[in-house]
């Protein structure tokens, strides 16, 4: 069965961090690239990152740039996230995804996983 699943949310404190996993099953990472999309309470989801296969195009929104890192490891076909500095205003599921086009536009993106609670408080 081809699943990602992601974990490593929680509840973490303003200025807090925490580190993503997203973890694939049933087929491997290594020829995809990876996104991360959030959708906070109220609003649309959102592309905030993603990484091809080798690691060399990296792309981050604007508002988490200096604070959020994108990392893949193959051999363990997972991808990570981790989150530095966070604030009330990333409070939000965080999705992870795969597909074959490195762009932040949701529909390039075939896999998904089931999201996981990232909760900041003030």
């Known amino acids: 069965q081809v699943q990602l699943v992601e974990s490593g949310g929680g509840l973490v404190q303003f200025g807090g961090s925490l580190r993503l996993s997203c973890a694939a099953s049933g087929f491997s990472l290594a020829n995809h690239v990876i996104g991360w999309f959030r959708q906070a309470p109220g609003k649309e989801r959102e592309g905030i990152s993603f990484?091809?296969?080798?690691?060399?195009?990296?792309f981050y929104q604007d508002s988490v740039k200096g604070r959020f890192t994108i990392s893949r490891d193959n051999s363990k076909n997972t991808g990570y996230l981790q989150m530095n500095n966070l604030k009330p205003d990333n409070t939000a599921v965080y999705y992870c995804s795969t597909g074959p086009v490195a762009r932040m536009i949701g529909k390039f993106y075939q896999v998904w996983g089931v999201g996981t609670q990232v909760t900041v408080s003030s």
């Open positions: 990484i091809n296969s080798r690691g060399d195009d990296i």
